[in-house]
């Protein structure tokens, strides 16, 4: 069955309108009697039925509740430098399929866009988008931007925290995910374009555990995907 993501008010009232109307409406061309997957952001599935089709607004039933069993195991939050509007659009969809919970844009001295480039709307779109996809239904919270001084705090109250720093030479990812496999709570920490200064990679390396991809720099968009999907697979989440 299709997916389809439903506001609270639209799942309570029984009625679809917006965008996901428009979408069964005109371009899936569905009809009373057809039956589709909701889902409003908690850890279910609903599955629905079509009654009616108005000329506004679709009215349905629910017919069962269903424990979605796609939505992350293990809380892995992505603590992600801010880059230009298509890498974090990227970095947003892929993560969010990936399974990550929680993205934080951060605001660092070497960003090479402005503090206030956090398109949320657009982004929010991006997350509902790649939830279909992937099948999972709860939703990737992607919060306000942050300076490192604001994140720094967040960062402490995780088990895990890991910091991919172009200058470590020699602690790997899968050495620290063994000695930590019993975290219930995991950060990852990735750089901008520029990469850290030595000042913010020196407070980083107070509150995290630094970890290198190799010999090789990756883009920023690129390490955040692969470290997430690394982590991620590891935990099973």
Known sequence: MKRFYLTNEQFTTNTIDGDEFNHMKNVMRMNS?????AFIGDEFDYECTINEIKKNYI???????VLNLKNPKLKIDLFQSLAKGEKMELVTQ????IGISTIYPLFVKNCDVKANSN???????IVISACKQCGRSQLTEVKT???????LPILKTYDLVLF??????STRIYDQLEKNKNAKSVALIIGPEGGF?????????KISTSITF???????????IYLSSIVCDYFRS
């Open 145 to 151: 931007i942050l300076t490192l001084k604001e994140a």
């Open 164 to 169: 991919a720093n172009e200058t470590e030479q």
């Open 94 to 97: 892929k993560c969010t399929e």
């Open 214 to 224: 190799g010999s090789r720099i990756l883009r920023t968009e690129t390490a955040s």
């Open 197 to 205: 200064t030595p000042a913010e990679i020196e407070q980083l390396n």
């Open 59 to 65: 009215s349905f039933s629910t017919d069962a509740q």
């Open 33 to 37: 009697g057809d039956k589709f997957i």
């Open 119 to 125: 398109k949320a709307t657009r982004l929010e779109k």
